[in-house]
């Protein structure tokens, strides 16, 4: 069974631009939440995405936003980017919505530079 | 969700069990006691969970107090590959409200 799948693995960016992270669940699974590691706060909950629907938000700026699609990819956006957006974006995929299961499944994660 | 509070690193010797502390001091009666590593440059990997009962699952084991406070997490038999970033956290099972809140961890070094 093929784990979660994240793309692209490294970018780079400068300030000012906008980037578009990828996420594919593990087949089956319908939950995907999206989490910011940096080496400063560590791994902080950014969203959660169950059924297409936005099930929870974590304390980022409007600037960080997602969505999923009816086969359950998901899809995070960060706009107007910022020397501090640098950092590891990891996606964790669920069976059921996240809020019954605390077992997530986490991808390799997205490195993002800003410089 | 309750706060926890793990020691930043431990040693462990491969071969040897490795037991991993957590305190939970301030957890509610529905919260669980959730247990994930992440190895470098990989994403976190879950563990084993518990609310009550001790767990044991192939990877590891799961001791809560009784008065859950605090918890143990037992790797049996530490190997090379054992080594990484160990988290404790507590969380609240609700469908409408959630967020895995995931501390600095215990950095685990086991060694040869």
């Known amino acids: 069974k093929a784990g979660v799948t994240q793309t692209p693995r490294y970018l780079i960016k400068t300030r000012g631009q906008q980037v578009t992270l990828s996420c594919s669940p593990i087949?089956?699974?319908?939950?995907v939440s999206w989490y910011q590691q940096t080496p400063g706060q560590g791994l902080q909950f950014l969203f959660e995405?169950?059924?297409?629907?936005?099930?929870n938000k974590g304390n980022f700026p409007g600037r960080f936003s997602g969505r999923q699609f009816s086969n359950s990819r998901s899809e995070m956006n960060v706009s107007t980017l910022e020397l501090g957006d640098s950092a590891l974006y990891l996606c964790?995929?669920?069976?059921?919505?996240?809020?019954?299961?605390?077992?997530?499944?986490f991808g390799e994660g997205s490195r993002l530079t800003v410089l | 969700d309750a706060k926890t509070t793990q020691p930043p690193s431990m040693d462990c010797a491969e071969g040897r069990a490795a037991n991993l502390p957590c305190n939970h001091s301030?957890?509610?009666?529905?919260?669980?006691v959730y247990w994930y590593r992440q190895i470098h440059s990989q994403g976190p990997q879950y563990i084993i969970h518990?609310?009550?009962n001790n767990e044991t699952n192939e990877m590891a084991s799961l001791i809560i107090t009784e008065d859950r406070k605090s918890s143990t997490l037992i790797l049996p038999h530490a190997t090379l590959r054992d080594t990484a970033v160990y988290y404790c956290?507590?969380?609240?099972?609700?469908?409408?409200?959630?967020?895995?809140?995931f501390g600095a961890g215990t950095t685990v070094t086991v060694r040869a």
């Open positions: 964790a995929s669920s069976l059921g919505s996240s809020g019954l299961t605390g077992e997530l499944f």
């Open positions: 087949s089956g699974h319908r939950s």
């Open positions: 995405y169950f059924s297409e629907t936005q099930r």
């Open positions: 301030t957890i509610s009666g529905n919260e669980y």
């Open positions: 518990g609310l009550k």
């Open positions: 956290i507590v969380r609240v099972m609700s469908s409408n409200d959630y967020k895995l809140s």
